[in-house]
């Protein structure tokens, strides 16, 4: 396998471990949401960006509680969580015109789940042939536009179309 370096990683990375806190545990304050990429704070989730994304685009609505599992929510939380990913998906396809989506959660560190302790469900605009050689062989992602500009992109809109 190649090796691509990625040292901006390194600082979300050692910053995670060192502190064991949760990267989705934020609080309720919005004081650092452009520095975050939080797109829009509803009542019982938040929307935020990936900071490695599947590709352009990829977002997740996460709860501000901290809960691991679905039975640990309640219906006023997963039905805000489903609205806030519909309303994401109309923002995607009006700034991105993706031609599919992939939504969902990866529950437990078996099933994939980078962060296992904090439920968050995935929003990741799709295209034909956007997994390439790139992703399928050569296990390396290519992202056409910087994290910054994306919620630059995003941003304005959740504020003018998604409703508490």
Same mark, same amino acid.
């Given at each position: 396998?190649?090796?691509? *370096?990625?040292?901006?990683?390194?600082?979300?990375?050692? %910053? !995670?471990?060192?502190?064991?806190? &949760?990267?989705?545990? $934020?609080?309720?304050?919005?004081?650092?949401?452009? +520095?975050?990429?939080?797109?829009? @704070?509803?009542?019982?989730?938040?929307?935020?960006?990936?900071?490695?994304?599947? %590709? !352009?685009?990829?977002?997740?609505?996460?709860?501000?509680?901290?809960?691991? @599992?679905?039975?640990? !929510?309640?219906?006023?939380?997963?039905?805000?969580?489903?609205?806030?990913?519909?309303?994401?998906?109309? $923002?995607?396809?009006?700034?991105?015109?993706?031609?599919?989506?992939? $939504?969902?959660?990866? $529950?437990?560190? &078996?099933?994939?789940?980078?962060?296992?302790?904090?439920?968050?469900?995935?929003?990741?605009?799709? *295209?034909?042939?956007?997994?390439?050689?790139?992703?399928?062989?050569? +296990?390396?992602?290519?992202?056409?536009?910087?994290?910054?500009?994306?919620?630059?992109?995003?941003?304005?809109?959740?504020?003018? +179309?998604?409703?508490?």
């Amino acid at each position: 396998m190649d090796l691509l *370096w990625s040292p901006w990683r390194y600082a979300y990375v050692s %910053s !995670t471990t060192a502190s064991k806190s &949760c990267v989705f545990c $934020i609080g309720e304050l919005p004081d650092d949401d452009t +520095e975050r990429l939080v797109l829009f @704070r509803a009542r019982f989730n938040f929307v935020i960006m990936n900071l490695y994304p599947y %590709s !352009t685009g990829h977002l997740m609505v996460v709860p501000y509680a901290h809960c691991a @599992r679905l039975s640990e !929510t309640d219906s006023e939380q997963m039905n805000e969580m489903m609205a806030l990913s519909g309303d994401a998906v109309r $923002i995607l396809e009006e700034v991105y015109r993706p031609e599919g989506f992939n $939504i969902g959660m990866n $529950i437990g560190e &078996c099933a994939g789940a980078g962060v296992r302790d904090h439920l968050h469900l995935h929003v990741v605009p799709r *295209w034909c042939a956007d997994v390439n050689f790139m992703t399928a062989t050569g +296990e390396t992602r290519v992202l056409p536009e910087d994290l910054a500009v994306s919620y630059q992109k995003l941003r304005p809109l959740f504020a003018r +179309e998604v409703k508490n």
